[in-house]
């Protein structure tokens, strides 16, 4: 360690302990946990991170049972829309949101459940600016976006052989949030893509309308991110099973 009369920090020799270490102390604890026959006892402390918004409107409750059904438990939450890197924050799991293609990684990526998504307007950004039968058409229009969430780029299409297609546009209103992004196209600021669950109500009032583009717009993924496959503890494990089962409960998604 490097350290002064306010500092302390790692020597570069030091972060490579520090990393190979947690790997290492991790797995003798999940060692003891096997040796001792309680496999089916979780105990130990486990750090998540979860998007601040999906946290309150789906998980809040979930996350607390989990804690309270396993008083062996001590877990730190992590809320925050903004992306995290799970290794840096030495984070054991991050529920995190994902549209498009995933960038290579030796991190471990689980997905949770797939959302359909739809691009949608108002009735006045449709009187004014027209309906667009075209992604490309999207680039020269008014649309909304987001800020650090989805890799600051929500607007990702499905072409026909399936890839995954990335399209910029021009926006105004760049929020981290399905809320903010619903009451702004509903406010009529431009054209959004946000996944249809969270917005059908809002469709079926009148108040927003779903466009028919000639790509489909690619699905939001809820997903969760380990830092990698040696660190996955069985508390991690059993945290992410209970996610899962309870937003595909939620939701009735897949």
């Given at each position: 360690m490097l350290r002064?009369?306010?500092?302390?920090?790692l020597t570069p020799d030091g972060r490579r302990l520090h990393e190979r270490a947690h790997h290492l102390i991790a797995a003798l604890e999940e060692l003891s946990h096997e040796l001792d026959g309680r496999d089916d006892t979780l105990s130990g402390k486990v750090t998540v991170a979860i998007p601040s918004e999906f946290a309150v409107r789906w998980l809040s409750d979930c996350v607390a049972e989990f804690v309270a059904a396993h008083p062996g438990i001590h877990l730190d939450c992590i809320t925050s829309m903004a992306p995290l890197d799970p290794v840096k924050r030495e984070v054991d799991v991050s529920i995190s949101y994902h549209r498009g293609r995933l960038a290579d990684s030796a991190m471990v990526v689980r997905s949770l459940v797939t959302m359909e998504s739809v691009v949608v307007a108002a009735p006045r950004v449709i009187a004014e600016h027209g309906r667009p039968s075209s992604v490309r058409e999207l680039s020269a229009l008014p649309c909304l976006s987001t800020l650090t969430a989805l890799e600051a780029?929500?607007?990702?299409?499905?072409?026909?052989?399936?890839?995954?297609?990335?399209?910029?546009?021009?926006?105004?209103?760049?929020?981290?949030?399905?809320?903010?992004?619903?009451?702004?196209a509903r406010a009529g600021i431009g054209f959004a893509i946000i996944p249809r669950h969270f917005c059908q109500a809002w469709i079926d009032a009148g108040e927003l309308v779903p466009l028919d583009l000639d790509l489909a717009p690619a699905p939001l993924e809820v997903i969760a991110i380990h830092p990698d496959r040696?660190?996955?503890?069985?508390?991690?494990?059993?945290?992410?099973?209970l996610i899962q089962s309870r937003l595909r409960h939620e939701t009735g998604l897949i």
């Open positions: 002064n009369t306010r500092h302390l920090r780029n929500p607007w990702h299409f499905i072409d026909d052989s399936g890839r995954p297609i990335s399209l910029k546009v021009p926006a105004r209103y760049r929020v981290d949030s399905s809320t903010l992004l619903i009451a702004g040696h660190g996955i503890t069985a508390r991690a494990r059993a945290f992410v099973d």
